[in-house]
Each structure stands twice: as structure tokens, then as C-alpha cells.
Nanobody, 114 residues
Framework: VQLQASGGGLVQPGGSLRLSCVTS????????IGWFRQAPGKEREGVAC?????????YYTESVKGRFTISRDNSQKKVYLRMNSLAPEDTAVYYC???????WGQGTLVTVSS
């Protein structure tokens, strides 16, 4: 089972980024997929989640509602996180994983700073 996040970088406050999650080694259609983040000195938290291909329900933590959008491409076995109106408090390493999460892969660093 592999889920690899990418697309992070340095962005100014108010800017946007799109993170991508490439997956392999499991039946993608059957799994809910989530985006998680870990800010410096803080515990990892769930940011957004999307249901399996048969259930496209989405969930967002309160702090990102209206700014972040999670989506999935079942043909490509990918999941995306579109992040708008980024703020310094969004700075973190972002991970994608099944939900509930399995083994953690390498995340991608998002830094929001002027």
C-alpha cells in the first residue's frame, strides 16, 4: 500500500496550492481517503476526507471549510486537495492516507509566509 503526497511549497498568505496524492497497491475504489497535516510542535490532525468511489461524501475540519476542496479521480487512483486563501496557520507537512489511516508515507511541506 502506497500513498505519496506532492505539490507543497512556499506560498504567500492568501495564495493557493493543489496537493496531489498518487496511490498504488490497494483497491482504491473501496477506500475513503483523507488528507492530514502536522504543524511544527503539534499533533497530526485530519484536514479533509472523501468517501469511497461509491460514496463521494466529503468532510472538512472546521478551520478549512470553505477554503479547501478534496476530490478524487478514480480512473487515475489519485486524490487532490485544492487549498485557497491560505494562511500562516496552514503551514504544515501534509499527508494523504486511507481513512482510517494505515502506514504513513512521506508528506509534502506547505509553508505559508510572506
Amino acid at each position: 500500500v502506497q500513498l505519496q503526497a506532492s505539490g507543497g511549497g512556499l506560498v504567500q498568505p492568501g495564495g493557493s496550492l493543489r496537493l496531489s496524492c498518487v496511490t498504488s497497491g490497494f483497491n482504491f475504489d473501496y477506500y475513503a481517503i483523507g488528507w492530514f497535516r502536522q504543524a511544527p510542535g503539534k499533533e497530526r490532525e485530519g484536514v479533509a476526507c472523501i468517501g469511497s468511489s461509491a460514496d463521494d461524501n466529503t468532510y472538512y475540519t472546521e478551520s478549512v471549510k470553505g477554503r479547501f476542496t478534496i476530490s478524487r479521480d478514480n480512473s487515475q487512483k489519485k486524490v487532490y486537495l485544492r487549498m485557497n486563501s491560505l494562511a500562516p496557520e496552514d503551514t504544515a507537512v501534509y499527508y494523504c492516507n486511507t481513512n482510517p489511516p494505515g502506514q504513513w508515507g512521506q508528506g509534502t511541506l506547505v509553508t505559508v509566509s510572506s
